[in-house]
Antibody
Framework: EVQLVDSGGGQVKPGGSLRLSCAAS????????LNWVRQAPGKGLEWVAC????????YYAESVKGRFTISRDNAKKSLFLQMSSLRAEDTAVYYC??????????????WGQGTMVTVS | SYVLTQPPSVSVAPGKTARITCGGN??????VHWYQQKPGQAPVLLIY???DRPSGIPERFSGSNSGNTATLTISRVEAGDEADYYC???????????FGGGTKLTVL
């Protein structure tokens, strides 16, 4: 089964750090771009970051640039989001999402179940 | 940065047709994707590249894109279609993915 499983969420104090992970199964991770998308409680979807299939292209939303780092390990079928200098407004459910476009400019066809990050 | 504008809510009776719009500058020059999200669940891709449907998505869901507006059309609406719907594009100017604010579809 094609699947993404998010993990690593939790409660952290303002200014703290957290590392999210996303484990892929059922497909060849190295053929896809990957994204993090977040959703604050009761709010809409907000794109956070993207990494292309070979890590050649990395993009960040302005709201997290300089504080968050996206990375991937294709051999371990994993995606990561290192979050630092966390703020209350970073509180959200974080989803990893797959994009079939190798340069990361397409649609998100598979999503993880989400992991909750609370900054308080 | 590029902005996508969706109506906050749309209401429709069962069996009727719902149309959810997504407005943006020169929208017709971009590829638009649509997602459905039900409470407590992750989003699901409904339409990609303006009008293509992933396998498993009913033909009742269709998309179009022209001018400054993309439209998601849901025919023969069912109670199970009640959800939030989001549009999304890649903005090459900013190198960002952009989501619309979302539209809550209520089935009367």
């Amino acid at each position: 089964e094609v699947q993404l499983v998010d993990s690593g969420g939790g409660q952290v104090k303002p200014g703290g750090s957290l590392r999210l992970s996303c484990a892929a199964s059922g497909f060849t991770l190295s053929s896809y771009s990957l994204n993090w998308v977040r959703q604050a409680p009761g709010k809409g979807l907000e794109w956070v970051a993207c990494i292309s299939s070979r890590s050649s292209y990395i993009y960040y939303a302005e709201s997290v640039k300089g504080r968050f780092t996206i990375s991937r390990d294709n051999a371990k079928k994993s995606l990561f989001l290192q979050m630092s200098s966390l703020r209350a407004e970073d509180t959200a459910v974080y989803y990893c999402a797959r994009d079939p476009a190798p340069t990361g400019r397409g649609a998100f066809d598979i999503w993880g179940q989400g992991t909750m990050v609370t900054v308080s | 940065s590029y902005v996508l504008t969706q109506p906050p809510s749309v209401s429709v009776a069962p069996g009727k047709t719902a149309r959810i719009t997504c407005g943006g500058n020169n929208m017709g020059t971009k590829s638009v994707h649509w997602y459905q999200q039900k409470p407590g669940q992750a989003p699901v891709l409904l339409i990609y590249y303006d009008s293509d449907r992933p396998s498993g998505i009913p033909e009742r869901f269709s998309g179009s894109n022209s001018g400054n507006t993309a439209t998601l059309t849901i025919s023969r609406v069912e109670a199970g279609d009640e959800a939030d719907y989001y549009c999304q594009v890649w903005d090459s100017s900013s190198a960002h993915q952009v989501f619309g604010g979302g539209t809550k579809l209520t089935v009367l």
